[in-house]
């Protein structure tokens, strides 16, 4: 059983650019998170999916953006990228929301 | 809103040590507690996890953490360390007043001599 997984594992961009970030959940799990974790601090939460739908959301502006799909997978997305989004991008999966969440290895971003 | 305080920021032992790392959260109501794990190179595991019921809870590879709802804690314990658990451990809580977030400490470092 495959866990949770995500790509790309690294990516570069430059200041102002787009980027999506991919996540595919646990099988049988039907709520993904998504977290932002700077060097030398834990994760930051971003926002949460179920049912297609944003369930909640961290202090996180509207240049961050996500997306479910109907097989549960999901992707963010990062618009006008900052220096300051360069991070570990955690995605967790988990059946329901208040338990346990599974975490994926993260996608690692630079901002130059 | 809800936080974490992890009080230990980096923990040197020698194996064989005992472990204690701290945990507060900010307020109380009902909270489903976690303490997770990151070893180097690998992605957060999670090691043990307080719902309701007994206060104290036993985890992989030795660990426990005693839930003291008076003092809003979690402490993470381990009665005798080895190198092998030097890793990130992270406690983090769901508030069930605030929805579904996990929010997390800033982590510990442990790190174990042999």
């Known amino acids: 059983d495959a866990g949770v997984t995500q790509s790309p594992t690294h990516l570069i961009k430059t200041r102002g650019q787009q980027v999506t970030l991919r996540c595919s959940p646990k099988s049988g799990h039907d709520t993904v998170s998504w977290y932002q974790q700077a060097l030398g601090q834990g994760p930051q939460f971003i926002f949460q999916y179920y049912e297609e739908e944003e369930r909640q959301r961290g202090n996180f502006p509207d240049r961050f953006s996500g997306h479910q799909f109907p097989n549960y997978s999901s992707e963010l997305n990062v618009n006008a990228l900052l220096l300051g989004d360069s991070a570990l991008y955690l995605c967790?999966?988990?059946?329901?929301?208040?338990?346990?969440?599974?975490f994926g290895p993260g996608t690692r971003l630079t901002v130059l | 809103a809800q936080s974490v305080s992890q009080h230990n920021h980096h923990v040197i032992l020698s194996e064989a040590a005992s472990l204690e790392l701290g945990c507060n959260y900010s307020y109380g109501g009902t909270v489903n507690l976690f303490w997770y794990v990151q070893y180097p190179g690998q992605h957060l595991q999670l090691l043990l996890k307080y719902f309701s019921g007994d206060p104290l809870v036993k985890g992989i590879k030795g660990f426990e953490a005693e839930f003291i709802k008076s003092k809003f804690s979690f402490n993470l314990r381990k009665p005798s360390v080895q190198w092998s658990d030097t890793a990130e451990y992270f406690c983090a809580v769901i508030d069930n007043q605030a929805g579904t977030a996990l929010i997390f400490g800033k982590g510990t470092t442990l790190s174990v001599s042999s």
């Open positions: 967790a999966s988990s059946l329901g929301g208040l338990d346990e969440q599974f």
